[in-house]
């Protein structure tokens, strides 16, 4: 199975930049790859439509609502919007967004209904903190995130729904620093072993992110465990990110 590589632009780039970055992408990258995600800052998504841009890539969103209406919602963006602008994808439950938006379980559970009411496919993130780790309670604290999604409409449905969980340890975004093989498969093989047992109907694709880099994303990509990365700085970076995504695709 190709992997799935999500590129998270998180709140970088301008209107000039991203069009140029993309158009770059475009141009230099494997035809054959298909799965590939950019993740744009909302306000930039309409440009692939807007400019007939003939992407090859899948849209992603880093946010979506926990609106499914339209109306008096200042300053929201409704699954319905981005799926009209072509999104396919969107991270939910990123740790910056639990962080500094105080994106609770209840948000949660919201947003990614949104989203699969949309058909819209949540990159679900969890992600313990370096405390967590090292107190070697991460298990539970992922449980904990992981558990959320069997109150949402994914544990009720009966038809087959197309779901990515993003295993993103927070110390390692931006930092540098990776877990060992080891660890990453542990913990895919730990939130696999959950969604068997607990939502039965879903296909799950399982990314690893944090640090991923043009030197690292081989090894991670080469675990059979992983179906995929979602990639934070190297992403900006086009002749890196064009790199991690030409992984097996020669
Ligand atoms: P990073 O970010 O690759 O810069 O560590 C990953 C993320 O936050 O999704």
């Known amino acids: 199975m190709a992997k799935l590589i999500v590129a998270n632009w998180k709140m970088n780039g301008s209107f000039t930049k991203i069009e140029e970055d993309l158009r770059t992408y475009l ?3 494997n035809t054959n790859v298909k ?3 950019f993740a744009l800052p909302n306000v930039y998504l309409g440009l692939i439509k807007c400019l007939k841009i003939d992407a090859s890539f899948k849209l992603g969103s880093q946010d979506i609502s926990k609106f499914d209406n339209v109306g008096a919602y200042t300053g929201e963006v409704s699954g319905a919007m981005l799926k009209d602008l072509g999104v396919d994808y969107a991270i939910i439950g990123h740790s910056e967004r639990r962080m500094y938006f105080n994106e609770n379980e209840d948000i949660l559970i919201k947003k990614i209904n949104n989203a699969i009411n949309n058909n819209i ?6 992600g313990e903190s370096i405390s967590v780790r090292k107190n070697k309670n991460y298990k539970d604290f992922l449980l904990n995130q992981l558990e959320v999604l069997t109150k949402t409409n994914i544990a009720v449905t009966k038809a087959e729904i197309k779901l990515v969980i993003a295993y993103e340890p927070i110390w390692a975004i ?3 620093l990776v877990p060992s093989t080891e660890e990453i498969v542990e913990v895919i093989n730990f939130i696999n072993a959950f969604v068997q047992n607990y939502l039965p109907h879903a296909k799950i694709t399982a990314l690893y992110g944090g640090s991923v880099s043009k030197i690292n994303a081989k090894e991670i ?8 990365v979602l990639v934070g700085g190297a992403s900006l970076l086009i ?12």
């Open 27 to 29: 141009h230099n990258h």
């Open 35 to 37: 799965n590939v995600v």
């Open 121 to 126: 496919t949540p990159i679900y993130c969890i």
């Open 174 to 176: 931006g930092s540098g």
């Open 221 to 228: 990509l080469d675990l059979p465990q992983v179906d995929g």
């Open 239 to 250: 002749p890196d990110f064009t790199s991690i995504c030409s992984y097996k695709f020669e």
